[in-house]
């Protein structure tokens, strides 16, 4: 059962342009929020995390946004740039789990 | 400060082999998770190990196993290969909070494992 869910495997964006990559959960008790990215042949790289106490949190270009009554999120990423063209997936934890849920990640392509 | 380091990072083995993953976290974090990774799976979690301890173990058959030792480096073990353990293996470590929850995870950049 995918308690996490990104049902956008892609996305291409051109250079410049916001990029939203999309996110939807299931578990109420989920109260931790993280985003990361991935190149190919790397570990996932931590970008940007939301407790649920928030709506919004913003890290320079990045920006998650928490929408609890949808049970969605959403990282913008403003503006894009080719560099940003990797993998991202987003996860989720309950405070009083030790465990992370991940997506199936979103693959961003950022065209100069 | 050093990041999560894993050995080795490539690996190729025949199905029936065992073979053990290392891995070793920031200093510092008391949490280490394992995850597998294959394309369009996203990360699948193995298991969670706290203070030598499996805290958390996710839907993987026995032949994955793992262990914490007291300088929290882990180790994780997969007997009897097959070919569908073919997979970019993940480890991450995380400062546990005082009530030993885990928060923001660091990854390491994996193994790949190619069973033949």
């Known amino acids: 059962d995918q308690q996490v869910k990104q049902n956008s495997p892609s996305l291409s964006v051109q250079e410049g342009r916001i990029s939203i990559l999309n996110c939807d959960y299931t578990n109420s008790m989920f109260d931790y929020f993280l985003w990361y990215k991935k190149y190919p042949a790397e570990g996932p790289t931590f970008l940007i995390s939301?407790?649920?106490?928030?709506d919004k949190n913003e890290d320079g270009r990045f920006t998650v946004f928490l929408n609890k009554s949808a049970k969605h999120l959403s990282l913008h990423i403003v503006p894009s740039q080719p560099g940003d063209s990797a993998v991202y997936f987003c996860a989720a934890s309950a405070l009083s789990g030790n465990q992370f849920y991940f997506g199936t990640g979103t693959s961003l392509t950022v065209i100069p | 400060k050093a990041g999560v380091t894993q050995t080795p990072r490539y690996l190729i083995k025949t199905r029936g082999q065992q073979v053990t993953l290392s891995c070793s976290p920031i200093?510092?974090?008391?949490?280490v998770s394992w995850y597998q990774q294959t394309p369009g799976q996203g990360l699948q979690f193995l298991f969670e190990y706290f203070s030598e301890t499996q805290r958390n173990k996710g839907n993987f058959p026995g032949r994955f196993s793992g262990r914490q030792f007291s300088n929290s480096r882990s180790e994780m073990n997969v007997s009897t290969l097959e070919l569908g353990d073919s997979a970019l293996y993940l480890c991450?470590?995380?400062?546990?909070?005082?009530?030993?929850?885990?928060?923001?995870?660091?990854f390491g950049p994996g193994t790949r494992l190619t069973v033949l």
């Open positions: 200093s510092g974090h008391r949490s």
């Open positions: 991450a470590s995380s400062l546990a909070l005082s009530g030993g929850q885990t928060r923001t995870q660091y």
């Open positions: 939301i407790s649920s106490i928030k």
